[in-house]
């Protein structure tokens, strides 16, 4: 009799801890969300006789999104095809650059960038970067 007891009273544990279980909610990963930024690298080539490379790609940016000051080991010529590019370089006044118009940023100049509204921009960009360093700085 006391082995049914014992036996009876761990299955009623058992489903009650698992009656327990199943009221909680389950623990959901949160979504991904996608990267205010995606960089598209096209083609990468080395300068001859220097420790520099030229790197050619499209930034695309959320619509809304500023990057937060940075820089650039290198100068880097950009052209913008899509939305109105948000563009503020320490020191001087900001500017918007339009689909069609285009820029260059001199080696290492603190800037901070992004949308100028609320639609995306997208921007194609050539860097000519030091070997080995990554192609964006944060500020400090």
Known sequence: MLKQSLLVSSV??????????????????????????????LGKVDVPDSNYE???GITELAGGFKSGRHSHPGPLLAYVT??????LVDGQ????????????LPHSAI????????????????????????LVQPAQ
């Open 111 to 134: 800037h901070n960038e992004g949308s100028a509204g609320s639609n995306p921009v997208k921007v194609m960009v050539v860097f000519v970067v030091e070997k080995g360093k990554p």
């Open 82 to 87: 899509e939305g109105e590019f948000w563009y």
């Open 12 to 41: 009623i544990v058992a489903l009650l801890g698992g009656f327990a279980h199943a009221q909680q909610a389950p623990v959901q990963p949160s979504p991904v969300q996608p990267s205010p930024v995606k960089r598209t690298p």
């Open 93 to 104: 006044p900001e500017k918007i650059y339009k689909v069609g118009e285009s820029f260059q």
């Open 54 to 56: 030229v790197v050619f």
